[in-house]
């Protein structure tokens, strides 16, 4: 059984007589196996005592728990909370602390799993998902968003009646867009919602439904792609983000070789969060993408200051840990590969640490690109270094090629020749 830190006697007394004490050992091994620090664990043991004595007060059964009542607890109790000992009362930490207890509770049978989309729309939804993934091979995130998108027009339209996309009329269509264009008035959900739904009517199409009238009413906004100049870094702006990796951050190591792999193979975030040590071959000089946006395998090519800041970073900061990540992790629970939303925590305060405005991480692929174009590289080849489908993505970094355009430039009319 695993040794339960000290608590005020109130608070063991909560825990260790109350109706959660069979799942405190399994709590507290958790707790471990994540490594978190003693005083993170006796702060989360405080409020799993808590919510116990709470339990008590209302009489509230162990297999009657689920997110509602801990939603209960912090909104109608912590408020009001006149509890003797020392409580704790922070609302986000309480939370944290408890949703392992669901867990862990989940995972015995005593109380029942999350449900589950169920019903005609979850099925169609279901369909579409696979449509997406088999045979559009949509990353998982553009699946996401269209999934939610065609989720609310689904149940604005069918909730509670048959799913019918004969029913479905084009006032149905200009009234949807419209309600989701009052909630986020941009240019870029526009164009998000109208890809969404022909996506999905072009799909029913297939299936023998007809579409043509619904088609007819999403009107493309004024959207002009290659309109804009993409946002790249300065040379002395790259050296400034290098250079703001000091010693005095937690982990400097590690986001110097994060940024460097976004700035000198242009991975995505989501590409770095992936990446595994096998996918290093140190012998060969090459990075392996096994699970990029397309869908495909790349072998890279792993140029020697990143190689350099891979191997720094492993050598000397990656915490000990059997998980097969690169970037792992440095704060409780540990064991874990960190997010994505970390790495684009890194690369944004590494921007504001260097005085740069704008925090995009996809700034660094967009100066990898113009590197290369400025450099005498051709758009084929910046689209098999970012490993765009399609050329006409990476068409944009053309109007970046300032020696091109001069050789092509006319002159202005009435100026001398």
Same mark, same amino acid.
């Given at each position: 059984?695993?040794?339960?830190?000290?608590?005020?006697?109130? =608070?063991?007394?909560? =825990?260790?007589?109350?109706?959660?004490?069979?799942?405190?050992?399994?709590?507290?091994?958790?707790?471990?196996?994540?490594?978190?620090?003693?005083?993170?664990?006796?702060?989360?043991?405080?409020? &799993?005592?808590? @919510?116990?004595?709470?339990?008590? $007060?209302?009489?509230?059964?162990?297999?009657?728990?689920?997110?509602?009542?801990?939603?209960? @607890? =912090?909104?109608?109790?912590?408020?009001?909370?006149?509890?003797?000992?020392? &409580?704790?009362?922070?609302?986000?930490?309480?939370?944290?602390?408890?949703?392992?207890?669901?867990?862990?509770?989940?995972?015995?049978?005593?109380?029942?799993?999350?449900?589950?989309?169920?019903?005609?729309?979850?099925?169609? +939804?279901?369909?579409?998902?696979?449509?997406?993934?088999?045979?559009?091979?949509?990353?998982?995130?553009?699946?996401?968003?269209? $999934?939610?998108?065609?989720?609310?027009?689904?149940?604005?339209?069918?909730?509670?009646?048959?799913?019918?996309?004969?029913?479905?009329?084009?006032?149905?269509?200009?009234?949807?867009?419209?309600?989701?264009?009052?909630?986020?008035?941009?240019?870029?959900?526009?164009?998000?919602?109208?890809?969404?739904?022909?996506?999905? $009517?072009?799909?029913?199409?297939?299936?023998?439904?007809? &579409?043509?009238?619904?088609?007819?009413?999403?009107?493309?906004?004024?959207?002009?792609?290659?309109?804009?100049?993409?946002?790249?870094?300065?040379?002395?702006?790259?050296?400034?983000?290098?250079?703001?990796?000091?010693?005095?951050?937690?982990?400097?190591?590690?986001?110097?070789?994060?940024?460097?792999?976004?700035?000198?193979?242009?991975?995505?975030?989501?590409?770095?969060?992936?990446?595994?040590?096998?996918?290093?071959?140190?012998?060969?000089?090459?990075?392996?993408?096994?699970?990029?946006?397309?869908?495909?395998?790349?072998?890279?090519?792993?140029?020697?200051?990143?190689?350099?800041?891979?191997?720094?970073?492993?050598?000397?900061?990656?915490? =000990?840990?059997?998980?097969?990540?690169? @970037?792992?992790?440095? $704060?409780?629970?540990?064991?874990?590969?960190?997010?994505?939303?970390?790495?684009?925590?890194?690369?944004?305060?590494? @921007?504001?640490?260097?005085?740069?405005?704008?925090?995009?991480?996809?700034?660094?692929?967009?100066?990898?690109?113009?590197? /290369?174009?400025?450099?005498?590289?051709?758009?084929?080849?910046?689209?098999?270094? +970012?490993?765009?489908?399609?050329?006409?993505?990476?068409?944009?970094?053309?109007?970046?090629?300032?020696?091109? /355009?001069?050789?092509?430039?006319?002159?202005?009319?009435?100026?001398?020749?």
């Amino acid at each position: 059984m695993p040794k339960i830190p000290s608590l005020h006697a109130v =608070l063991q007394g909560w =825990l260790l007589d109350g109706p959660l004490a069979a799942y405190v050992p399994a709590y507290v091994e958790r707790l471990e196996r994540g490594r978190y620090a003693s005083s993170t664990s006796r702060r989360w043991l405080n409020a &799993v005592a808590h @919510f116990a004595h709470w339990m008590s $007060l209302c009489r509230l059964p162990v297999d009657r728990l689920d997110e509602s009542r801990i939603d209960e @607890f =912090l909104q109608d109790h912590l408020p009001h909370c006149g509890c003797r000992g020392p &409580v704790m009362r922070r609302p986000r930490e309480v939370h944290a602390a408890l949703m392992p207890l669901l867990a862990i509770l989940r995972q015995r049978g005593v109380i029942a799993d999350l449900p589950t989309p169920s019903g005609p729309i979850a099925e169609e +939804l279901s369909r579409y998902d696979a449509y997406m993934f088999d045979t559009r091979g949509l990353a998982s995130g553009t699946r996401s968003v269209r $999934l939610r998108i065609i989720e609310r027009l689904l149940v604005h339209k069918f909730a509670g009646h048959p799913l019918d996309l004969q029913e479905l009329q084009p006032q149905d269509i200009r009234r949807f867009v419209a309600e989701q264009l009052e909630l986020r008035n941009t240019i870029s959900n526009a164009v998000t919602i109208n890809a969404a739904l022909r996506g999905y $009517l072009r799909w029913r199409s297939t299936w023998g439904d007809s &579409v043509q009238a619904l088609l007819g009413v999403i009107a493309s906004p004024a959207n002009w792609t290659h309109a804009s100049l993409p946002r790249a870094l300065q040379s002395r702006e790259v050296g400034r983000v290098l250079n703001s990796f000091t010693p005095a951050l937690r982990s400097p190591k590690r986001g110097y070789a994060i940024v460097r792999l976004a700035l000198d193979l242009g991975l995505r975030c989501i590409e770095i969060n992936r990446l595994q040590l096998d996918d290093i071959d140190w012998q060969h000089g090459t990075l392996m993408l096994r699970r990029t946006k397309s869908r495909r395998q790349d072998v890279l090519p792993l140029p020697v200051p990143t190689g350099k800041a891979l191997e720094a970073y492993l050598r000397h900061e990656r915490p =000990l840990t059997s998980n097969r990540s690169v @970037f792992v992790r440095s $704060l409780a629970p540990h064991d874990a590969p960190i997010s994505v939303d970390a790495i684009h925590r890194v690369i944004r305060d590494a @921007f504001s640490r260097a005085g740069i405005p704008h925090g995009r991480a996809h700034a660094l692929r967009h100066t990898l690109a113009c590197r /290369l174009i400025n450099s005498g590289g051709s758009i084929k080849e910046v689209a098999d270094v +970012l490993r765009h489908r399609s050329l006409n993505t990476s068409l944009i970094y053309a109007k970046t090629d300032c020696a091109g /355009l001069v050789e092509v430039a006319l002159p202005w009319p009435g100026s001398p020749a």
